[in-house]
């Protein structure tokens, strides 16, 4: 079975930077995008002390191009 691809919504805030790094850890969840106003242009993996970048953060969610299977807001 594929991963579960995620839109992360928030990407920025506390529960943001959690949710990314419990995906980081668990096989089967992979975060394709992530939005904040507050920070694009940053990696997600910056955000949230990752060992890889991971996407890059858009402002938007106008700018989100990936596909993904399930959105997450926070």
Do not use: K
């Not at 993996?45 to 060992?51: I, S």
Request: with cysteine; hydrophobic share 45%.
């Amino acid at each position: 079975m594929s991963d579960c691809r995620i839109l992360l919504h928030g990407a920025s805030g506390r529960m943001g930077r959690a949710i990314a790094q419990c995906a980081d850890v668990l096989d089967g969840l992979q975060i394709v995008a992530a939005v904040s106003p507050d920070v694009p242009g940053v990696s997600l993996g910056t955000l949230a002390a990752l060992p890889e970048p991971g996407p890059e953060v858009v402002a938007s969610l106008d700018e989100v191009e990936q596909a993904f299977d399930v959105p997450i807001d926070f």
